[in-house]
Every structure is written in structure tokens, then in C-alpha cells.
């Protein structure tokens, strides 16, 4: 991870702050440390952003908006990105119309554009080794023992050539091979409407909250969704059956439970789970932990998980390394809940809301697939 | 003729010639006993073989060569459930072919029970506990009429029938296509499909069943495909076209579970086979 | 934007499908960058079904897909694609194949 990256990266939370030098005995310092105080106060962004809500979606657009919400914890997804919104930067390359190197000849390469090369070489890979087995099979049937030792040995070649090729970084593999930047002909594939001029293209994408991120980005730092009070965006979320065990409820305490400890947490579909834990973020590392919602009793809107159910989760999540967490929600009486609801609907403020959520409680649980015979140690 | 021994409902197998003979059959089972020496090993088991439920019902089902002995609990069962003609009739039944194999001829005419006639074997049905039991009773299990009672038994011994009957029709209906079929809890399913023995074979299917037209979450859904597609299955959910009406079946299943059984297995199992798209 | 510009979008922008079009306002067709079928190169006319993570779907709901393709076309694709959106917007592609398959090769 680049310095560079590590510091567009280095809010968690929508929160500015201000780093003052370290203060020692000279009097120098102290005004070396008020001049940049004031400084940095008057270079204070404002960085919470408004949301749009529309056709059931939570958006932020623009590309200025899109990143500030990005760069500050990860929160939403670019729709037409894997995670971070790249699409217009990875469009312009594609078309043609921004180099695929920086000055100093640094690759520019997304997310997208690295699982995309890399999935190509593996194709390609397979291809190759499926002609070979080919080969293989007919030298058994016909007994050519020595044509077959020939194959074979071409075969082992290849995997080992293949593996050295997944080691390769992609910087070289580009060069020799490929010619992702500066492609006109894709410009003719792509639809016309696309362009504004001869070097402009349409920003397509925006960024989409998850209905937790939009109450979590409005509740705790003040975003205003469309012209929403912060009862009307929770009964919005809640798809107005404002009961004690709705399931947006429960998804938002536990969202807001890991961000409040400081994980960073995106949505798990991708997994089967609910959500997914990352120790900083998706561009650092993968994630950590796979989250499961549970309710403490079987909600009224929704199956509860059966054990075949779970079975399949936890093997998802432990093929790509992960651990499962069950996280079980206990949820306050209806009465208890009702009370707090109507407090928060008289004053639809941030401090009602926290008094309503501090209602429910977390536990979690690993869960974890147990061999006998491999876990005897 | 192969027996097959009940214990709790479920089918357990220590004879190796009918685990020789079910494989055959492409019933797999599996072996669940341990060794005596070290008990907690589970990489090289042994006998009983158990069978699912379903594999026990296909082979009643579909071979006849192959017949039901109850434990104790369900001779128990058995007994209280039977009145006295069908008593006199079963040691009719026993008695006859007991003369047959030791030589007498008799015709075919004269094996039938005729409830008119005056019974040539009289036993009267006894209440006390120590009198009948599985092991004086082992030479009448056989008969087709026992057969049908026990099957019933067995079949209401199921918490739900009507998912039993569907998981059996959706088994039945991949054996008949030529998978083997085992549990599939591991792989997140109610099966998994082998293309041929698993001894020689990586599976290709996890099945999931759809009960009574039931709708399956998309999330679900996704969730199996991603898992089949990442340990070179395919997800597959199966269901009947038809719903079974279990409560309104009862009287047939009681009369001849194994022809309604086979009349169910002609009505359709539909299909639908998961996996990536290779791409999003 | 309805669930069938979503994912038209996505397969038009983010996977650069081509002559994407949406028919009989239920089912998405166009066409790959690249054939989904293994060791085809030609180019094949697939079809998306857009729906909703949230969404449950029965045997016969499925089944009614090929069926209004059927009618529709007078052609019953042997495999749909279905284009799951989930929560946070990201679109996964699965096929759903009428029957019982082999797994494709990986």
C-alpha cells in the first residue's frame, strides 16, 4: 500500500481533525503550532455530504461527493465499480482517452482492471492445459507411450510456467502482453451517446448506500437524506412496520456495533452473510469476519436460518478464509420499544434515536466447521 | 432374500454380503461402526451400514427381494396392531410354506387363507409380553402382508411425511437417472449426486428440495450456487408438480404403501440446476 | 431505476454486453464481451432475468421465465441468466438451467 494511498485513506469516520506539531519547550514551537492550527482550521473541509433518495435507492453522485464519502470509512459502493467508484477513470482508459501510465510511469491500474487481466491469463492458461489433457487422453487410447511421456512433461512445464506467471507483477505482464490503454477501436464499440464531446464521456455511476450506511451516515454526522427528518429516513428504512424485531432494526445495531469498534463493514451478500468485517478497509486487506444477524427470537418478517442453511454459509465463508460470526440480537420488551418510538417520533433528534437503540443488545459467536479427526491436537 | 434390520426407525446393516449386494444397486449407505480398540478414529469405518431413509424405501420399493425386520419396538408395534384373522392368517401363511420346503406338494390354490373355511392353525392372539417376539417370529417376515404393515409403520415413524415423501420421490428420481446419491448437509444440501460410485467418482450435484411448492430465497439460492460452483458442483433445487395431500393419502398408504409409492413415482420431479455465470 | 435498468446498465457499462435490449418488459437479451458458453467463440444471445436479493422465487416462478421466453420467441433457451441485485447494489450473475447438468469444467 502506497504512502499516498494510506493517507487519501486515513479517515475511518466522516470526522476532520486537526494534527497540531508536537509542542516542546521553545517558544518557537508554540507559535509554529498556532500558525498551523489556524491553518488547517481554515482549510477545515466540511465533509458531510447529502444523500438522494430515490426509486427505493440511497445515492450519492458526483465524483467529488462519491469520493469524500469513500475516502471517509468506505462506506457505499460504486455501481458500476467492484467497491471503490473507478468507472469513469477506468472508462476514459479503456477508451482511449487517459494514458494507462502517470508522469513518473507509475500503472494506474483499479481493482477491476487487475482481477480483469488476471482472470484473462488464467483463461488462456486453461485453454492450454485442456488441449494438452486432450492430447494426454488420446495417447492413452492409442498406447503411444512415448508421445505420452512428451505430453506430459509439455503439461508440467505449463503449471510451472503458470505459476511463475502469477508471481510476475502486473506491470510486466501488461507491457509484454497487453494493450489496455490507448485502445480507439473501443471507441467505436461503445455507445455514441456516452460522449459529451471528443474527450469527454459521461460520469455513469454513482455511489449506493446501503439503507444502514444512509441512517448510520444521517444519524451519527448529520447528513440530510433528500428533505427528511431523521424519523421519517428511520421509518423509510424500517418499510414502515416500525415493529420491535424488524429486520432493518436488527441489521442496523449490529452495523452500527462493529463500526462503533472500529471495523470497517460492507455489505456480505457476496458470502451469503449479512455483513463483512475488514480490519481497515478493502483496499488494505481482505476481510476478517463474516457476520450473521440473529435474531434472539424468530422475527415475524423473516425465515430463520436452518442448520442446512448455516451449514452452507459457514463452508462459503470458510473457502475464502474467513470466520463466520453469529451475531445475535436481543431485542427489549414491546412495550419498552413502543415507549422509546414515540419519544422518537415527537423529537425526531439524534439523541432520541440513540435512547430507542440503546434498548437492543449484541452477542457474537464464532462459528466454526469441526472435524474430529483434524481437530484433535 | 436380503434382510434388511431395522433399529430406531432407521435401516442398519451388518451383513456384508447385502452391503455387497445394495452397492450393487447403487445404494450407497454409509458405514458408521468404529473400531473397538480405538473408538474415537472415524477415517476407517465399518459396519452397521446405515441407510437414509430414502435408500431404505427405494430398495422395499423397488426390489423385492429385499424385506424389513423390525427391532423390538416396532415387533412391538407390529403385534398391537394386528387382529386376530390376520394372526391366523400369517401362520397359515407359515406353516404352508414351511410344508412346502419340506417336500409336500401343494398347490398354488391351496395357499390362499380363505376366511370362510375353518382355520386349519389356530393361535390366539396373547397379550402377555414374553410370549411372541422378533426371534420366534423371524420365519414370517417375509410375507408380502407383514411387509405392508411394517412399511406403514415406518412410514408414519416420519416427523413429516409429506417432506419424507418428496425427498424419496426427488431420490427416486435421481437414482433412476443414474446418480448415487449420499447426504449432503456437509455441502449446505439435503443430497449430494454422484455420476456413477463415489468411489470413483467427484460428485456433480447438491440438492436442495422445494417443498409443496414453497418459494426459495433468492439469497439461498445465490448462496448454494456460489457454493457449488466453488467446489465444481452445481446447485440443484428439485420439486414435485404435484402436491402431495398427505392427510388424504393415509387410507392408501395404509392399504399398499409400495403401489402408491410407484404411483406417485410416475408423477414428474422438476429441476433446476445452479451455477456462476462465469462473470459479475 | 427499476430492477431491469439496473442490471441493463450493469451489463451494458460494467461487463460491455452489446445490443442489450429489454423484452416484453421482463427478461433482458444481448449479447457477451465474451461467449459465457466454454470453448465457443461464437457469439450467443443470452437472457437476463433481472430480481431482487430479497425476492423468493418458487420452482414454477422459474419455470414461467423459459415459458414467456418460449412463447414470446418460439425458442426454449436451454439455460436464463438471473441478474441478482443485492443490497448494496452490485449485481452476480447465475444461470439456471431447465433439468439436471454436468458441472461446467473449471
Known sequence: MSKKQSKQYDRPLPINIINLPVVTHNPISWIWCLGSYVKQWFQLKQSVVDIQYCDGIFKVSGSHYMNEVWNSGFIGKGILSRSEPTWLHRTRRRLGLDPLFDESGRLLLTNEETVQIRREERKKFKLKREELEAQENYFKTTGDMTSLQKVTKLKRILIEDNKQLQRKPLRELIMENYSVAGDKKEQTRADSALFIDETHIKDLEYLQLMPVEALFLSFCFGSKVNDFDLFQLFQLCMNRSLEVDNSFILLYMVYHHYKSHGWCVKSGTKFGSDFLLYRRGPPFQHAEFAVLVQPDYKPSDSPSNEWIDISAISRVVGGVNKTLLLTYVTQPTKDAFQQALTMFSESPTPHSLRNLLELYHIDEFIYRRWLPSRNRA | MNKLPISRNEGLIFDIQTIKNLRLLGIVGYLSGTLPLSTQQNNFLGVPLRLLFEELLYVVVHHSEYYIVPDDVMFQGLYASLTNNDLQQIQFQAKMSQLRTNGKKIPDSAMIYNTEKEPVFHEIKNTSSHLPNVNTWNDHFNQPEVQTKLLFQLLQSRPNLSHSLADYLIFSHLRKNGYFITAGLRFGGKFVAYPGDPLRYHSHLIVKPVYNGEKIELKKLVNGGRLATAVKKVYVIAGLTNKIDVDGVEPQLELDPKEFITSLEASPVKTFSFEWAGFG | ?106
Open chain 3, 1 to 106: 431505476m427499476s430492477l431491469l435498468d439496473v442490471v441493463q446498465t450493469n451489463l451494458e457499462h460494467f461487463h460491455f454486453w452489446t445490443h442489450v435490449n429489454i423484452l416484453d418488459d421482463f427478461v433482458i437479451q444481448g449479447y457477451p464481451k465474451e461467449s459465457l458458453t466454454k470453448n465457443t467463440a461464437q457469439d450467443t444471445l443470452e437472457f437476463v432475468y433481472p430480481a431482487h436479493i430479497s425476492q423468493n422465487l418458487s420452482l414454477s416462478d422459474i419455470e414461467g421465465i423459459f415459458n414467456r421466453i418460449d412463447r414470446l420467441l418460439g425458442v426454449r433457451p436451454k439455460r436464463i441468466v438471473i441478474g441478482v441485485v443485492t443490497d448494496d447494489g452490485s449485481v452476480v450473475y447465475y444461470f439456471a438451467h431447465e433439468g439436471l447438468i454436468k458441472p461446467s469444467k473449471v
